[in-house]
């Protein structure tokens, strides 16, 4: 069935790029998001990239994606210490998002 | 403001008791959602609707009840017969646009623990 995949944790140095990969499986979908969410809170949409590009660069946020290894990463330059929280990357399909299980990023000084 | 607003934050219930969660949008959207989110876990479909007075069953609708009277509204009833209700449930809305999934703007969430 669809399907994503992220590894559930990452640990940074403040001042560093981190980088979050995710692996999906259904390649009808269009859409591809990243989401942020802090502790206790609800899902804050963070980026989003559609299917036919291969990057989309926004302020300190770089998505690639590889259609064909269907292979998405967020980077975060300059990572910061308001930046610690789970990062879902998301699949949009027909009539539902697909939900990897989160990546906890820590930032450490 | 423009958001998604749900209600209460923390809720707590004792076994055997019907328990509704309030979700309230003021984005004009058609389609909302309801999600529940288990620690580790990413998040699990349990009802959308798309239009008002008609809704779907997600992948974990046993003991779960929902109604869409009105476009801004969906509650969401946990009720007796869902086995293990502990867990942190989210309230989303969207546009409908085609076959393809529209971005989804999410709430602050409702903590539910049963006691």
Same mark, same amino acid.
């Given at each position: =069935?669809? @399907?994503?995949?992220?590894?559930? +944790?990452?640990?940074?140095?403040? =001042? *560093?790029?981190?980088?979050?990969?995710? %692996?999906? %499986? @259904?390649?009808?979908?269009?859409?591809?998001?990243?989401?942020?969410?802090?502790?206790?809170?609800?899902?804050?949409?963070?980026?989003?990239? +559609?299917?036919?590009? *291969?990057?989309?660069? *926004?302020?300190?946020?770089?998505?690639?994606?590889?259609?064909? @290894?269907?292979?998405?990463?967020?980077?975060?330059? *300059? %990572?910061? %210490?308001?930046?610690?929280?789970?990062? +879902?990357?998301?699949? =949009?399909?027909?009539?539902?998002?697909? +939900?990897?299980? =989160?990546?906890?990023?820590?930032?450490?000084? | 403001?423009?958001?998604?607003?749900?209600?209460?934050?923390?809720?707590?219930?004792?076994?055997? &008791?019907?328990?509704?969660?309030? !979700?309230? &949008?003021?984005?004009?959207?058609?389609?909302? #959602?309801?999600?529940? /989110?288990?620690?580790? /876990?990413?998040?699990?479909?349990?009802?959308?609707?798309?239009?008002?007075?008609?809704? &779907?069953?997600?992948?974990?609708?046993?003991?779960?009840?929902?109604?869409?009277?009105?476009?801004?509204?969906?509650?969401?009833?946990?009720?007796?017969? /869902?086995?293990?209700?502990?867990?942190?449930?989210? !309230?989303?809305?969207?546009?409908?646009?085609?076959?393809?999934?529209?971005?989804? #703007?999410?709430?602050?969430?409702?903590?539910?623990?049963?006691?």
């Amino acid at each position: =069935g669809e @399907d994503v995949e992220q590894s559930l +944790f990452l640990s940074v140095r403040e =001042g *560093d790029s981190s980088v979050i990969n995710c %692996t999906y %499986t @259904d390649s009808s979908s269009t859409y591809l998001y990243w989401y942020k969410q802090e502790p206790g809170a609800g899902l804050q949409l963070l980026t989003y990239i +559609f299917s036919n590009m *291969d990057m989309k660069q *926004d302020q300190r946020l770089t998505v690639l994606l590889n259609k064909k @290894d269907k292979h998405l990463s967020l980077r975060i330059a *300059d %990572t910061q %210490t308001g930046d610690s929280a789970i990062y +879902f990357c998301v699949a =949009g399909g027909y009539n539902k998002l697909i +939900f990897g299980a =989160g990546t906890r990023l820590a930032v450490h000084p | 403001d423009g958001g998604i607003t749900q209600s209460p934050k923390y809720l707590f219930r004792k076994e055997g &008791q019907n328990v509704t969660l309030s !979700c309230e &949008q003021n984005l004009n959207h058609d389609a909302m #959602y309801w999600y529940r /989110q288990d620690p580790g /876990q990413g998040l699990r479909l349990i009802y959308y609707s798309q239009i008002v007075n008609d809704f &779907q069953k997600g992948d974990i609708a046993e003991g779960y009840s929902v109604s869409r009277e009105k476009k801004e509204s969906f509650p969401l009833t946990v009720t007796s017969a /869902q086995k293990n209700p502990t867990a942190f449930y989210l !309230c989303a809305s969207s546009t409908i646009s085609g076959a393809t999934t529209d971005t989804q #703007y999410f709430g602050p969430g409702t903590r539910l623990t049963v006691l």
